[in-house]
Nanobody, 123 residues
């Protein structure tokens, strides 16, 4: 059974930084595309960052240059490093992974989901 356990998040002031973690069990993240998706009330979930099984990454324009994604294969953990946070970044953030071996961000289908964590950017 695949589990994605998230940690991190919380309240941060505009311009601040946060790192979210996503520890996986039941699959090795290095072999699957995985990323971060966020959702605000009344809106659909939007994928903002992704890392393919080969390590290549994708960043949505809304976070490009401010957020980065990384993966620690030894810890089987995915990270989202968020810098220069803005109030519009306030959302519930989910980590998610594809279930197909060798998957890529270009053709990702999120099949496994973390529990979600709230990030609030406010002064």
């Amino acid at each position: 059974q695949v589990q994605l356990m998230q940690s991190g998040g919380g309240l941060v002031q505009p311009g601040g930084s946060l790192t979210l973690s996503c520890a996986a069990s039941g699959l090795s993240l290095e072999h699957y595309a995985a990323g971060w998706v966020r959702q605000t009330p009344g809106n659909e979930r939007e994928g903002i960052m992704c890392m393919s099984s080969d390590g290549s990454t994708y960043a949505d324009r809304s976070v490009k240059g401010r957020f980065t994604i990384s993966r620690d294969n030894a810890k089987n953990t995915l990270y989202l490093h968020m810098n220069n946070l803005k109030p519009e970044d306030t959302a519930v953030y989910y980590c998610a992974s594809d279930a197909r071996f060798g998957s890529t961000c270009q053709r990702i289908t999120y099949a496994n989901w973390g529990q979600g964590t709230q990030v609030t950017v406010s002064s």
